[in-house]
């Protein structure tokens, strides 16, 4: 049986007006997010509709407006009559995965989503760590080669083949850059980021978020999501907060996620939210896979 899943996109789709033109010519979608900014302790309407591209990239707001954003199409695609059988999403992603699943309600998954994005920003403000992009070298040699360097630097997002993130302590990551450049990969660029995200270094941001966890109350969920950091499925509400509490410094395995899906018997993909970002990855890791993208109004006629 030919199977539907929805994925998610995460950090680096966000942009300013994300969210607007659905808020101001749907009504579903505007009662939705009103539902999601009064629950919660600032102006994110503002920060999306109408702030600063500064203010949007704080990660503390930059999370919560892509999840919000994301949800918010998903309720207008469901309503369209189109269900998953399984859910995903990239790094924060996975949040608004746990909307679309039923582990927590909408305005709930975006709550949650808002304390990690304070977590992360708070512990990427106390370690000098960065984040780099390896373009054109399998993930293997990456790890390999990463085990020579001097200091904390480690991969973290397996995006694609040939595409893979990593990230640790500033200097580390400087000559990580040079010896994977010196080991075949076609380009080794450090990427504008606020701290080395999904590392261990940010283990610390992983515990405050534990804690978090306890503030809500979860259901099992009706549909599988596809873990981040294992590319297993989940159901179970203890195995989601372990996920969550490993994703917070563990990888991103996102070419084993589409993998797993395909496995699944999954033949369509609907990526929901900001930017296509996660389309082109896909591509790349199965080109038989249909990747319909939901963004804005005209995408759900």
């Known amino acids: 049986m030919n199977k539907i899943a929805f994925v998610f996109p995460g950090q680096g789709t966000q942009y300013v007006g994300m969210g607007k033109e ?46 919000a954003m994301s949800l918010v199409l998903e309720k207008l695609l469901r309503e369209k009559g189109i269900e998953p059988n399984y ?11 746990i909307g679309s699943a039923g582990f927590l309600p909408m305005e709930e998954a975006v709550k949650l989503t808002s304390l ?12 000098a760590g960065s984040m780099a992009a390896i373009i054109g070298l399998d993930s293997d040699k990456i790890v390999e080669t ?23 302590e500033k200097e580390a990551i400087g000559r990580a850059c040079v010896a994977l450049k010196e080991a075949g990969a076609r380009r080794a660029m450090e990427l504008a980021v606020s701290g080395p995200f999904h590392s261990s270094l940010m283990q610390p941001a992983g515990e405050i978020l534990k804690e978090a966890l306890e503030q809500f109350d979860f259901k099992n969920a009706e549909i599988s999501l596809v873990a981040n950091t294992t590319a297993k499925e989940i159901k179970d509400v203890n ?11 563990g990888p991103v395995k996102w070419v084993d996620t589409i993998v797993a899906l395909k496995e699944a018997g999954v033949t369509k993909i609907y990526e929901i939210g900001p930017g296509k970002v996660l389309n082109g990855l896909i591509k790349k890791i199965d080109k038989e896979i249909e990747v319909i993208n939901i963004e804005k109004l005209s995408d759900l006629v």
């Open 22 to 67: 659905l808020y101001e010519n749907n009504d579903l979608a505007k009662k939705e997010f009103d539902k999601i900014f009064s629950n919660l302790d600032f102006d994110l309407k503002t920060v999306m509709f109408e702030g600063s591209e500064e203010d949007l990239k704080d990660t503390k707001n930059t999370q919560p407006a892509i999840v």
């Open 87 to 97: 859910v995903a999403g990239h790094s924060v992603g996975e949040y608004a995965a």
């Open 116 to 127: 990690r994005g304070k977590a992360m920003s708070k512990v990427s403000g106390e370690v």
């Open 146 to 168: 990463l085990e020579s360097i001097e200091g904390i630097v480690e991969a973290v997002n397996f995006n694609e083949p040939k595409q893979t993130v990593i990230a640790g």
């Open 239 to 249: 195995e989601l907060k372990e996920e969550l509490y490993r994703q917070s410094f």
